[in-house]
C-alpha cells in the first residue's frame, strides 16, 4: 500500500492497533493486532491472512473449542439519553 484510499495521504506506518470483531451481535477484542495506520488520518488498514486469523479465533470461542478471558461491558441506546 502507497497512499491511504480514505485521504490520500502518503505516509503510513506499521503499528499494533485493538481490533473489535463483530458477527451475529457478539463481539470479540484483540489486542495487538498487525496494522499499517495513515499518519495524517488515523484510518488503518489490515492484511487479509490478519482478518482471516480473527475470523478463525472468533469462530473457535463461539463454538467452545478455544477459552478467551471475557468481559462485562456497559451497552446503551444514544436515542434513549437525556442530552440537554
Known sequence: ???CTFCGNKHLKKT???YTYRRDGAYMIFHNVPAVQC???GEKYFAAKTLKQIDNEFAAVKNGTRHA???RVPV???AQLDVA
Do not use: A, G, S
Request: glycine share 0%; hydrophobic share 35%; charged share 40%.
Open 1 to 3: 500500500m502507497q497512499q
Open 16 to 18: 499494533l492497533t485493538e
Open 39 to 41: 499518519e495524517f488520518c
Open 69 to 71: 478471558e471475557e468481559i
Open 76 to 78: 446503551e441506546d444514544f
